[in-house]
């Protein structure tokens, strides 16, 4: 079978598709406040254009797709698309990257149509700092949402906090026990300068060092060094000995964690990103829309991939992706 290998010998196993750049939140480091979403329908892959594209990616060793957004929740008849995912031969792992907003009446549903585990955001504990940051969410609303997708039976569940200096950085410890309590995952996540919305996440920066520092301060004694998994992608991994949670840190700026890079990106509208640090992209919507046999899209994925740079250069070069919001990339 073919494989996806990058320049650098990676393996390409991991797709990230975002299936809306429409979202119910607008938090500051995913778009900046005047950012507006105009994506027509006719711009926005089919879920059979979706299929068809993940199939082949499949067909060239992908195991694992996530989908993301935007809120993926909010793309209308999604559990189709789930449906239409579980059934493409090679793939392993459908998981969900999601605000868990829409969660609480969805969660079971979401299970039954093959998500089979969730990364849920959650960036405070307290309802207006949570309001703040997500220009208007509710908190209670997706704390249901993950008492809901823990009730369904996703297994792992993994709660993500972006960690802004002077927003939420003295909500660490807090969020621990709160992912202790639920018996979750957690993974503490560095601000990365992408798009307009970066640039005030540079001045936010926490670096890993900080929060590995007040994680060992408060569990230094209980923390143990896990091994990491398929589903750990980039964090660094401890788990807390009596329970059932891991902490991580995901740390694009302090750290770069490109070496083992297993991932590339579609968007919403089809456009096939290679890395997030990287302007590079290849239209695959217009592509299958041309009229491409399989096998001509297969080998234009494949000289797309030999574009895949070595490394992002977050901690160096601040406006080389300044065109683009992470709403529009799916993180």
């Known amino acids: 079978m073919s494989q996806i290998i990058d320049p650098f010998n990676r393996k390409i196993t991991y797709l990230r598709v975002s299936v809306t750049d ?15 979403t105009h994506t027509k329908k ?6 059979e254009e979706i299929a068809k594209i993940v199939a082949l990616f499949a067909e060239l060793g992908v195991t694992k797709v996530r989908l993301t957004g935007g809120e993926p929740l909010l793309r209308k008849d999604i559990l189709d698309l789930t449906k239409m995912l579980g059934e493409i031969p090679g793939l ?33 504990l307290i309802p207006e700092r949570f309001k703040e940051i997500t220009r208007d969410g509710n908190l209670d609303t997706v704390i249901r949402g993950i ?3 823990i009730n369904s039976g996703m297994k792992p569940i993994k709660l993500n906090m972006v960690v802004m200096k002077g927003i939420n950085d003295d909500e660490i410890e807090s969020m621990i026990d709160f992912a202790i309590n639920r018996g979750l995952d957690l993974r503490f996540i560095e601000t990365m300068p992408i798009g307009l919305a970066g640039i005030e996440a540079i001045d936010r920066h926490y670096s890993e060092k900080n929060i590995l520092d007040r994680i060992y301060s408060s569990y230094g004694d209980k923390l143990t060094v896990a ?19 891991s902490v991580g840190t995901i740390s694009a700026v302090s750290n770069n964690f490109c070496s083992s890079c297993n991932r590339v990106r579609l968007t919403a509208k089809g456009e096939l990103i290679l890395c997030l640090g990287q302007k590079d992209s290849v239209s695959l919507r217009d592509a299958i829309r041309s009229g491409m046999n399989d096998d001509q899209v297969k080998r234009l994925i494949l ?4 574009k895949k740079p070595e ?5 160096s070069v601040v406006d080389n992706i300044s065109n683009r919001q992470m709403v529009e990339m799916g993180g």
């Open 22 to 36: 429409h979202c119910n939140y607008r938090c500051h480091y995913c778009r900046d406040e005047d950012h507006q």
């Open 42 to 47: 006719s711009q926005v892959l089919t879920f």
């Open 92 to 124: 392993s792992d459908i998981p969900l990257s999601t605000n868990a907003h829409l969660l609480p009446s969805m969660a079971l549903k979401l299970k039954n149509h093959g998500i089979n585990r969730a990364n849920i955001s959650i960036d405070s």
């Open 147 to 149: 008492d809901a997708a």
């Open 227 to 245: 091994d990491s998994k398929q589903t750990d992608g980039p964090a660094k991994v401890l788990k807390i000995k009596g329970t059932n949670t």
């Open 303 to 306: 000289n797309a991939i030999t």
């Open 311 to 315: 490394k992002h250069f977050f901690d």
